[in-house]
């Protein structure tokens, strides 16, 4: 990977996909929990893997080594476009068409997809796991406060326990 890439190490791009989030504010942020799904840094990866254009922009000089890429800072960059349309043969339905289309798009959603497993194989177990926690949280307070209610709610001589 290091000779195809010019001599220096390539990026980790699950660390990169996991990295580049931001703050999406309520109620996005809550159905983000249910759907499991965390759009800024694969959305940012699958267009980085989408932006090349060649022949670049005219006016543009490239030096060797150098690749068009219109979602990259300073629309620079050193890895070469790695997905073109038709690399991968995808099962093909009943009518004899993929069932999934073959274009670059498409596998960068693929790419994406398994950059964001790969940085945090366990998500979805963690994810499981603290709702769990939640609602035994939520079910053990209730019935902590309802306990506390019926204990505390008369002293033994019969009035209220607020005198």
């Given at each position: 990977?290091?000779?195809?890439?010019?001599?220096?190490?390539?990026?980790?791009?699950s660390?990169?996909?996991?990295?580049?989030?931001?703050?999406?504010?309520?109620?996005?942020?809550?159905?983000?929990?249910?759907?499991?799904?965390?759009?800024?840094?694969?959305?940012?990866?699958?267009?980085?893997?989408?932006?090349?254009?060649?022949?670049?922009?005219?006016?543009?000089?490239?030096?060797?080594?150098?690749?068009?890429?219109?979602y990259?800072?300073?629309?620079?960059?050193?890895?070469?476009?790695?997905?073109n349309?038709?690399?991968?043969?995808?099962?093909?339905?009943?009518?004899?068409?993929?069932q999934?289309?073959?274009?670059?798009?498409?596998?960068?959603?693929?790419?994406?997809?398994?950059?964001?497993?790969?940085?945090?194989?366990?998500?979805?177990?963690?994810?499981?796991?603290?709702?769990?926690?939640?609602?035994?949280?939520?079910?053990?307070?209730?019935?902590?406060?309802?306990?506390?209610?019926?204990?505390?709610?008369?002293?033994?001589?019969?009035?209220?326990?607020h005198?």
């Open positions: 990977a290091r000779a195809a890439n010019g001599g220096a190490y390539p990026p980790d791009l660390v990169l996909a996991k990295a580049r989030t931001y703050e999406r504010g309520f109620p996005r942020f809550i159905f983000d929990i249910f759907t499991q799904y965390q759009e800024q840094g694969p959305d940012y990866i699958a267009a980085l893997l989408t932006g090349y254009k060649d022949p670049p922009p005219e006016g543009v000089t490239l030096l060797p080594g150098q690749y068009y890429n219109t990259m800072p300073g629309h620079l960059i050193a890895m070469p476009n790695v997905l349309d038709g690399q991968v043969e995808f099962p093909k339905g009943p009518d004899g068409q993929a999934v289309p073959e274009t670059a798009a498409q596998y960068a959603k693929d790419v994406t997809a398994f950059l964001m497993w790969a940085a945090e194989p366990h998500l979805e177990a963690r994810k499981r796991t603290g709702l769990q926690v939640m609602l035994f949280l939520l079910i053990f307070g209730g019935l902590l406060y309802y306990t506390k209610k019926k204990v505390w709610s008369r002293m033994p001589d019969g009035t209220p326990a005198h």
